[in-house]
Every structure is written in structure tokens, then in C-alpha cells.
């Protein structure tokens, strides 16, 4: 599988949209990824985990993902490697591990999201990890919106496509100022935050 074929699959389940979105930064934009419209069929998903799986580095020992964008393509790529896998969710606002899940001190963790533009989730599992003693070696997602500029996450990023999006702080939307709805989609109205 190639970007092509991926952007295919985004494609042709529908997981690109168009319109007025509010992501989880709190930017707006005129571009939506739900790549959860593409993970549901199965193979599109076996097959995105696997590619994402073989893009990091051969020594890991976990993948952690947030909840709720990451868990599906993070179990893929976990499985891809025969590793374990676990996921965060929003406590009080803050990603915390729940379930009994806890990540062992030493050990090399990849983190895996669906979508990045600010990474704001990914960079608080990357916190979490390394908060308990683990080495993140990685941060991986099936879409880099970030234009190819994505934050900072201490250790290498590795995305299957990346899309340059336009995105506007809400003081300067163009959208807003035509009085277009914005749409919060994605499983922020879940957490307390918007879509990504």
C-alpha cells in the first residue's frame, strides 16, 4: 500500500469531509479526516496497521493509543508487531490509563493516533508513558494534518499520508464570518473536546 492507495480508502469510505469543523485544538477548518469511516472495514484497517507497524523501529516493546481515534489503528499496528497494546482516556480533562492498564518502567513505547494536526493527545500519551518510566521510541498516525510540520514528540514520527489542510484560529475563520454552522465531529463531544 502506497499514500495513493491509502487516500483511496479515505476516499471511498467517505472519511474525508468537507465543510466548517471544529477540531480538538479549537482551530477551525474547512477539512474533516474521520478515519474511523475507513477503519471499520476490517481489511482497510489490518492494512493500515500493518503498513504504519512497519514504518518504526524494530525494538518496542508496547503501543499506547488515546482514546477514542487511536485505539483501533493502534491495536492494528500492535498486532502487525505481536505487541501488547493499551489506551488512555480523559479523566477530569486529562489522558490517564485506566482498566488496570499500566505501562512498565524500561519499556520502548510506540504512540499511535489516527489523525495528528496539533498532537496535542498524542503528545499527553507520549507524557503519561515517559511519566511512568517508559522510553517513548516512537509517535505514528495514519494522517499527518499538520502540513508536515507536526510537533515535537521526543522521539521520531512516522505518518502514512500527509495532508495540508487550512485551519484558522475562530477570532479569524472566514468560515465563521460567512455564518456557516460549525460541526464538531469525531468522539470529541465525548472527552469535552471537539474533532481533530
Do not use: N
Amino acid at each position: 500500500m502506497c499514500a495513493d492507495s491509502l487516500m483511496d480508502m479515505l476516499r471511498a469510505t467517505g472519511a474525508i469531509l468537507d465543510g466548517h469543523f471544529v477540531l480538538a485544538s479549537g482551530r477551525h477548518s474547512d477539512r474533516y479526516v474521520q478515519c474511523a469511516l475507513m477503519l471499520a472495514h476490517t481489511p482497510y484497517a489490518a492494512a493500515a496497521g500493518a503498513l504504519l507497524a512497519a514504518k518504526l523501529p524494530g525494538e518496542l516493546d508496547l503501543v499506547v493509543s488515546p482514546a477514542m481515534g487511536g485505539i483501533v489503528i493502534g491495536h492494528e499496528v500492535a498486532r502487525a508487531r505481536e505487541l501488547p497494546f493499551l489506551f488512555t482516556e480523559r479523566v477530569e480533562g486529562r489522558m490517564a490509563l485506566r482498566r488496570g492498564f499500566q505501562v512498565p518502567a524500561g519499556a520502548r513505547v510506540a504512540v499511535v493516533e489516527d489523525v495528528v494536526t496539533t498532537g496535542g493527545s498524542l503528545l499527553e500519551v507520549a507524557d503519561l508513558a515517559r511519566a511512568a518510566g517508559a522510553e517513548v521510541a516512537a509517535a505514528a498516525a495514519i494522517v499527518d494534518r499538520s502540513g508536515g510540520d507536526p510537533p515535537d514528540f521526543g522521539a521520531p514520527f512516522h505518518s502514512l499520508v500527509t495532508l495540508q489542510v487550512r485551519t484558522w484560529d475562530p477570532a479569524e475563520c472566514p468560515l465563521c464570518a460567512e455564518g456557516l454552522p460549525a460541526e464538531k465531529p469525531g468522539s470529541g463531544h465525548l472527552t469535552g473536546k471537539g474533532g481533530k
